[in-house]
């Protein structure tokens, strides 16, 4: 179905007849295998972007990628975005990013799709139930790592094309593609790649079609904001080298300690966040967000037994979505240099790095975080008084999106989902980060839109991710026509 309101939202944004549209249909409903085939070779690349030692495989996925869209007849170019910086000084080449173009019409729209094909790291011992990077088919989800996040989507967008392609219809609009590999950490280099081709690739394009989100419930949606994320190191140094904790244990102001101490004072048990200046800067919840988040379709108590735990911070839902959605929140990830492995080990961690993010709201301004974290751990750790040292750096500083839900393009996009499903989407805001959209709109001022492709189960960054063949087939059709 994903496939099907992708290649919807390309005929909405022009016009087609009923036999066009269910000729489509029918097409992608009879080569569903071949797709499903497609996303299970790309699944078995490990193009987790967070591990260097992965770098190769990220470079081949950017390559197959490419290769797919040539094989399609595309105006593909692989673009080089530099090296990426090491924590210890060494500099690593950044996956180059693709981008390709079909067709050149100067009487249609151009729309521009975005998407990654890394993904976030996976490892079988983590508690999947499968091998998370061999597409495994379920009851009909397909489970892998990248399978919801973000691999399908961006298959279903290069399919829908395939599609019209393969039937000889001309494509209603010109369509371009910008795929990168390194979202799951960032997007390294895609903002100043945007910024030096906003007068060339991107000068013709009218909307930005983006499908790296997914729906709220078993309703279909339409995304029109996210959460952006200041992530932070916290780095506490003791000792030249790891000590006893016998031979040293009481002589000596543990680094570890330290830490947990100055974790335990970024947020409350209640979710109070304690960092001065944060929570002021929020935008207040209007008349109108309060009452679009009454109307949304969400099943609360399905919401508390599908994550598995007894009681959510909140008891209604517009607290819970607004909380989710258009508030901050702090997360501890976890701690590297601490002892982890199964069994014991006595040893006081020479130096400890506690790793947390908040995630941004507007009207926060990530460089703003970033002083107000840095100054008061700063402050907290120095009352400790403590002979070790602290380091705080951010690591990522991306800021959060809102779009405009009274614009063409999402009349465009309900009726899109309108055709596929037979029902009005519910409009949404993700509370995860996806940086780009931010950068598009602020550098090339084009209309964005998020047409979100994956369930609400998915479980994207989570065990077991994956991607059920009714959202795969469905997105892609009408999503070409609507503007």
Not at 279 to 291: N, S
Not at 351 to 377: C, N
């Amino acid at each position: 179905m994903a496939l099907l309101c992708a290649a919807a939202l390309l005929c909405v944004l022009c016009s087609m007849d009923a036999l066009q549209y269910s000729e489509l249909a029918q097409y992608i409903d009879s080569h569903q295998e071949e797709y499903v085939e497609a996303l299970r070779d790309w699944v078995a690349i490990e193009s987790d972007s967070s591990n260097i030692l992965k770098r190769p495989d990220l470079h081949r996925m950017m390559d197959v990628t490419a290769e797919k869209l040539r094989r399609m007849g595309g105006d593909v170019v692989m673009v080089d975005i530099g090296e990426q910086e090491l924590p210890g000084g060494q500099m690593l080449a950044l996956p180059k990013v693709v981008t390709a173009h079909f067709g050149n019409d100067s009487q249609k729209h151009t729309v521009c799709v975005y998407g990654h094909v890394d993904v976030q790291p996976a490892k079988l011992e983590d508690g999947w139930r499968t091998e998370p990077y061999n597409l495994t088919e379920i009851d009909g989800n397909l489970y892998g790592r990248g399978a919801s996040d973000n691999k399908a989507p961006v298959l279903a967008w290069i399919h829908a094309v395939e599609a019209y392609q393969a039937l000889n219809m001309e494509l209603p609009v010109n369509v371009k593609f910008v795929i990168e590999g390194m979202e799951e950490t960032g997007s390294n280099g895609l903002d100043a790649m945007i910024l030096a081709q906003r007068d060339t690739f991107f000068s013709d394009v009218d909307f930005i079609v983006i499908s790296d989100c997914g729906w709220l419930s078993k309703r279909p949606a339409l995304t029109y904001g996210t959460r952006g994320n200041c992530y932070f190191f916290a780095e506490v140094e003791g000792p030249t080298q790891d000590l006893h904790s016998g031979v040293y244990g009481g002589t000596v102001i543990e680094p570890m300690t330290d830490l947990i101490g100055i974790l335990d004072t970024l947020i409350t048990p209640s979710g109070k966040i304690l960092i001065p200046g944060i929570r002021e800067a929020v935008a207040p919840l209007t008349d109108e967000e309060w009452k679009m988040y009454q109307d949304i379709d969400f099943d609360f108590d399905y919401y508390k037994s599908k994550i598995g735990v007894a009681q959510l911070m909140y008891n209604n839902k517009v607290d819970l979505l607004a909380h989710r959605w258009r508030h901050p929140t702090v997360t501890i990830h976890g701690i590297e240099g601490a002892f982890s492995d199964p069994g014991t080990k006595t040893v006081i961690p020479a130096k400890v790095t506690g790793k947390f993010s908040i995630r941004q709201v507007p009207d926060m301004d990530p460089a703003m975080v970033k002083k107000q974290v840095t100054d008061y751990l700063q402050s907290v750790f120095a009352k400790r008084k403590s002979p070790n040292k602290l380091k705080v750096t951010m690591v990522i500083g991306a800021k959060p999106w809102l779009a405009d839900t009274k614009h063409s393009l999402y009349d465009a996009g309900k009726a899109a989902v309108k055709r596929v499903f037979g029902v009005d989407p519910d409009l949404i805001r993700e509370g995860g980060t996806i940086p780009i959209a931010r950068t598009f709109q602020d550098v090339t001022g084009k209309s964005i839109i998020m047409l979100p492709i994956g369930g609400f189960d998915d479980g994207l960054h989570s065990q077991n991710e994956k991607m059920s063949r009714f959202h795969t087939l469905s997105y892609s059709l009408d999503t070409q026509r609507g503007s």
